[in-house]
């Protein structure tokens, strides 16, 4: 089973930044696609930013210029590095993993870290 491990949340004020750290572990394709997705009160999870294998990277355009997705295939780690940030960044952040596993291909996810910005 893959298991996705992650850190780095926590409270900061408007304005600062934090680093969201998440690993994965377990056998899966070294082809495969890492992200984060958010989830506020009251609104639907989306996804903030994606990361391919192959480096090619997206973005939700509301974070756009503030946050930075990259990954170390060798550790199978992805960060995010989160800065100016904004009260309306507060939610729940997941990590998820796309890849392919003996199943088939499968999307995994991480148990979510909180990031709250105080105003």
């Known amino acids: 089973q893959v298991q996705l491990v992650e850190s780095g949340g926590g409270l900061v004020q408007a304005g600062g930044s934090l680093r969201l750290s998440c690993t994965a572990s377990?056998?899966?394709?070294?082809?495969?696609?890492m992200g984060w997705y958010r989830q506020a009160p009251g609104k639907q999870r989306e996804l903030v930013a994606s990361?391919?294998?192959?480096?090619?990277?997206a973005y939700v355009d509301s974070v756009k210029g503030r946050f930075t997705i990259s990954r170390d295939n060798t550790k199978n780690t992805v960060y995010l590095q989160m800065n100016s940030l904004k009260p309306e960044d507060t939610a729940v952040y997941y990590c998820s993993l796309n890849g392919a596993v003996v199943a088939g291909w499968r999307n995994f996810w991480g148990q979510g870290t909180q990031v709250t910005v105080s105003s």
């Open positions: 377990g056998t899966f394709s070294s082809i495969n696609v």
């Open positions: 990361s391919t294998s192959g480096g090619t990277t």
